[in-house]
């Protein structure tokens, strides 16, 4: 592996870390519902960090030789932006209803 795929890697593992040790146990924690007016709120940094996980497959896909690993990174990134419109929409959605 070369080391700029090496470090793509590894701040890949790293968001994971941080998401599992920071954001989990407060999903985990939570006893409460969530006040209507703050349901919105988690949706676009969501979506963010998939347009982000997006934009770096969509980045390696023309540098990869294979078909498979081409096809892969091509379809990948164009679902987890597509994913991130969606939350996009529904947090624009759930923000009109709540004012």
Known sequence: ????????VDALAEARRQLR???LPKVR???EPVAVGGEHHLL???A?????????LGGVEP?????????AHFEA???????????RGRQQEIRGLTG
């Open 1 to 8: 592996m070369d080391s700029g795929i090496r470090e793509m």
């Open 21 to 23: 040790e920071n954001a």
């Open 29 to 31: 924690e939570l006893r």
């Open 44 to 46: 676009g940094p969501a």
């Open 48 to 56: 963010d960090l998939l347009a982000a996980l997006a934009e770096l």
């Open 63 to 71: 540098r990869v030789t294979s078909s498979q690993a081409h096809h």
């Open 77 to 87: 990134a164009k679902r987890l932006q597509e994913q991130a419109g969606y939350l």
